[in-house]
């Protein structure tokens, strides 16, 4: 099973938007509509913030919104606020009950 | 509200057996139809799905380290647990327990804040 690939980093200023993106192989975002997002602070668990590619959960603030475009999912942070430095994992469903996450992504503010 | 806490020993030596424990509180393990997982996050690598088990069992593992796994769960304490064989320096990380959703389907909406296990000597 392959990680998911992310890139390293992304940076943005303060009100801007930015998007991570994630991709994989085509049987795991070919068949399964199943990616979940993750914010994660320093010394923190993750928390999720994206689920079935582009829902959201109750807690979660409205400038963070997901997408998916062939064997790519993406995370797209509008409004780029402080609180929004951290690193960012997407997960998918690979099939066989299991899962596989990416790489992750570390989010900066200029 | 649903919390999960990891327990277990901070330190393993090589070739030995890494035993973790995760303990529910504010619901039932046996309630809601969820799965409960481990995902671990191994330094300057990211988070990695190693495998989650139903309240009655029927556990599926990562092919990655399907051998050396085993998560079993036990309704009686609502806990369930996490045992990897025969381990190196490379499963130094930071252990989570986690729910996997089942209105968020397919996601881990609630997550133990984490235990650090060092493999070392």
């Known amino acids: 099973q392959s990680a998911l690939t992310q890139p390293a980093s992304v940076s943005g200023s303060p009100g801007q938007s930015i998007t991570i993106s994630c991709s994989g192989p085509?049987?795991?975002?070919?068949?399964?509509?199943?990616v979940s997002w993750y914010q994660q602070h320093p010394g923190k668990a993750p928390q999720l913030i994206i689920y079935e590619v582009n829902k959201r959960p109750s807690w979660v603030a409205y400038r963070f919104s997901g997408s998916k475009s062939g064997y790519t999912a993406s995370l797209t942070i509008s409004g780029l606020q402080a609180e929004d430095e951290a690193d960012y994992y997407c997960?998918?469903?690979?099939?066989?009950?299991?899962?596989?996450f990416g790489s992750g992504t570390r989010v900066t503010l200029l | 509200q649903v919390q999960l806490q990891e327990s277990g020993p901070g330190l393993v030596k090589p070739s030995q057996t890494l035993s973790l424990t995760c303990s529910v509180s504010?619901?039932?393990?046996?309630?809601?139809?969820?799965?409960w997982s481990w995902i671990r996050h191994q330094p300057g690598r990211g988070l990695e799905w190693i495998g989650y088990t139903f309240y009655s069992g029927s556990p599926n593992y990562s092919p990655s380290l399907r051998g050396r796994t085993t998560i079993s769960p036990d309704p009686s304490k609502n806990q369930f647990s996490l045992s990897l064989t025969s381990v190196t320096a490379a499963d130094t990380a930071v252990y989570y327990c986690?729910?996997?959703?089942?209105?968020?389907?397919?996601?881990?909406?609630?997550w133990g804040q984490g235990i650090m296990v060092v493999v070392s000597s």
């Open positions: 085509s049987y795991y975002f070919g068949n399964y509509d199943l």
């Open positions: 986690a729910r996997r959703g089942v209105i968020l389907r397919d996601a881990f909406d609630i």
């Open positions: 997960c998918s469903y690979a099939g066989s009950s299991t899962y596989v």
């Open positions: 504010g619901g039932s393990i046996s309630s809601g139809g969820h799965y």
